[in-house]
């Protein structure tokens, strides 16, 4: 399965936003949950935020009420809007498919987006 694409990082202040794309190819793309995930310099990969295939969202704490996942199935992309930046957000930025039912990455690695947030 090829990677999916991701998109939208950079350099903000603290306070700021940014927009993250992830574009992936359509069939099997739509009919499954996807997770933006992160990972800091010395740091394991973590699940940020999912969404399935119907829409139903989850975030893990440290994001609730500033990050949203959103998808749109048509033109097979995922987005994740991040507002009230920090600068513990800094990481690199992945998405992936999921396996059905789990918060387990089924698919290579892309090459992430990098987001910086200065203090």
């Known amino acids: 399965q090829v990677p999916l694409v991701e998109s939208g990082g950079g350099l903000v202040q603290a306070g700021g936003s940014l927009r993250l794309s992830c574009a992936g190819s359509?069939?099997?793309?739509?009919?499954?949950?996807v997770g933006w995930f992160r990972q800091a310099p010395g740091k394991q990969r973590e699940l940020v935020a999912r969404i399935t295939s119907d829409g139903t969202t989850q975030y893990t704490d440290s994001v609730k009420g500033r990050f949203t996942i959103s998808r749109d199935n048509a033109k097979n992309t995922v987005h994740l809007q991040m507002n009230s930046l920090k600068p513990e957000d800094t990481a690199v930025y992945y998405c992936n498919r999921l396996w059905p039912g789990t918060t387990s990455p089924r698919d290579p690695w892309g090459q992430g987006t990098q987001v910086t947030v200065s203090p």
């Open positions: 359509g069939s099997i793309y739509s009919t499954n949950a």
